[in-house]
Nanobody, 117 residues
Framework: QVQLVESGGGLVQAGGSLRLSCAAS????????MGWFRQAPGKERELVARISSGTNTNYVDSVKGRFTIFRDNAKNTVYLQMNSLKPEDTGVYYC???????????WGQGTQVTVSS
């Protein structure tokens, strides 16, 4: 079954940490750039972090120095380590896979992150 399954969301106080995981199945994981997007209430979905099929990463300015994206190709999993969380990080976080050869896209179902002040 072709799917991305996110986990690790939850409720945390400001300054705390969470690690999100996204497990892929049914795709050739190593051929995909992976991304984490988030959507806050009333706002558009935005790219938070992205990792290439290799190790190149990029981040939205608001999370630089606090979030780290990394992947484990042996486990077909991408992670988002989130430290020093702020209330403005609240939202639904979505995992995305983008095949670098076909440009096909796959989305997970999302996981809720809520940061209380």
């Amino acid at each position: 079954q072709v799917q991305l399954v996110e986990s690790g969301g939850g409720l945390v106080q400001a300054g705390g940490s969470l690690r999100l995981s996204c497990a892929a199945s049914g795709i050739i994981f190593s051929r995909n750039a992976m991304g984490w997007f988030r959507q806050a209430p009333g706002k558009e979905r935005e790219l938070v972090a992205r990792i290439s099929s290799g190790t190149n990463t990029n981040y939205v300015d608001s999370v630089k120095g606090r979030f780290t994206i990394f992947r484990d190709n042996a486990k077909n999993t991408v992670y988002l380590q989130m430290n020093s969380l702020k209330p403005e990080d609240t939202g639904v976080y979505y995992c995305n896979a983008n095949n670098i050869y076909t440009n096909s896209m796959l989305w997970g179902q999302g996981t809720q992150v809520t940061v209380s002040s």
